[in-house]
């Protein structure tokens, strides 16, 4: 792999299938199959549910003096998040939980880390002292939705490969018959110079990266039209609320990088395709109203920067105008105001450090 001082360095993939994920072990990484998870816990443990009891009042204070006061920003909303077991994903998984989202449905390949995510998101949102019943959140569904919505459980989780989204793509659609905010943050990176680089890896980044939200955008944007179409019986008048799809991108969809020809050829890509979908759904969804926005993050500290060299972390944040790497709640953070400022379409938000300046 080529590097050049100076240079943005594309983050390398990181299969995290470990001998202490036994379910991901069995599987492939081009997992096909998909679990719609709720209901109640079964033996077999292939079902389970994750129904998030309650959730801080108190702000969280972490490294660099990050601090946010959970709200209800996101009271009723049910958000779809890819890539929600790991770093940026699961950030946005945590907040959007903090800030009183009904339901959040994890997308990843493996069941096993999506349980352990699940795990997780329940005892950094669901325990802290000083919390209160989470349906507090929810007051504008009735005592029926409500009790159905706490049987359906908090967090839901779908196992399914974005860069293979074909075979699934019937259960997706079903799924996105209720979601209001997508994220697609799924995302690998494998980093090579183009002459070096193996069809089969330059295909798998443009799958997952780029393909694979223009599938879940699809996806959401069908389920609108047809869940549009059932209610216009049920509830004729009644206005539908706006829907947001927030894609994360990367700074280097904007500034050129060695070894990063596909990973910014996909995020690139991606930034098209928020730019025309952010026209095209006003144009032809009529009533429904889908905003489509972007995240362009600089390097941000999670698993898939975890091999950076401790000399590439020193020469990058030498370059880097705040000298640090960000904090994946700092991309949660922007994620929740894309999700609920009504006039953001096509709004890209570069969450750098100051990076995209130099
Ligand atoms: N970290 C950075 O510096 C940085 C900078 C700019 C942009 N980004 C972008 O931010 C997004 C999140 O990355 P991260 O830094 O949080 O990395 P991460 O911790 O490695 O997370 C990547 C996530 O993507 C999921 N994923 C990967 N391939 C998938 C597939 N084919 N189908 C379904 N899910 C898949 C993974 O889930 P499973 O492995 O469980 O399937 C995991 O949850 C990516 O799009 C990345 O390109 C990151």
Not at 168 to 190: F, H, Q
Request: glycine fraction near 8%.
């Amino acid at each position: 792999m080529a590097r050049s001082a100076g240079s943005l360095r594309a983050p390398l993939t990181r299969w995290r299938v470990t001998p202490s994920l036994p379910c991901a072990l069995s599987r492939p990484s081009n997992i096909w199959d998909i679990r719609y998870i709720s209901g109640q816990q079964v033996s077999n443990n292939a079902s389970l549910t994750y129904t998030l009891r309650s959730f801080s009042s108190q702000p969280n204070k972490g490294d660099n003096g990050i601090s946010f006061q959970p709200g209800n920003r996101l009271a009723g909303r049910n958000c779809m998040i890819t890539g929600g077991t790991s770093g940026i994903g699961f950030a946005i998984a945590e907040r959007f939980l903090q800030e009183g989202a009904s339901t959040i449905t994890l997308v990843g390949r493996s069941q096993a880390r999506l349980e352990e995510a699940a795990t997780k998101l329940e005892s950094l949102t669901g325990t802290l002292p000083g919390s209160d019943d989470s349906t507090s959140a929810i007051a504008t569904r009735t005592p029926e939705e409500d009790s159905q919505q706490d049987n359906e459980g908090k967090i839901r989780l779908l196992v399914g490969d974005v860069s293979n989204a074909g075979p699934w793509m019937r259960e997706l659609e079903k799924e996105m018959s209720n979601i209001d905010i997508l994220v697609n943050a799924a995302g690998i990176s494998i980093s090579n110079i183009l002459p070096r680089s193996e069809l089969a890896d330059i295909s798998m980044i443009l799958r997952t990266n780029l393909e694979g939200a223009m599938l879940t955008s699809r996806a959401l944007l069908r389920a609108s039209v047809r869940s549009r179409m059932r209610n216009r019986t049920q509830a004729a008048g009644t206005k539908p609320h706006s829907k947001c799809i927030i894609n994360v991108s990367s700074l280097l969809a904007l500034k050129g990088g060695t070894g990063a020809v596909p990973y910014a050829a996909s995020k690139a890509g991606l930034l098209g395709l928020t730019r025309s979908l952010a026209v095209e759904a006003s144009a032809s969804m009529k009533d429904i109203v889908i905003r489509s926005n972007a995240i362009v993050p600089g390097y941000i500290e999670t698993p898939m920067i975890a091999d950076f060299t401790p000399g590439e972390i020193t020469r990058l944040k030498d370059l880097i105008p705040l000298h640090r790497f960000g904090d994946p709640r700092e991309i949660a953070d922007a994620a929740v105001f894309l999700a609920q400022n009504e006039y953001a379409n096509n709004c890209v938000l570069n969450l750098d450090g100051g990076l995209s300046a130099v």
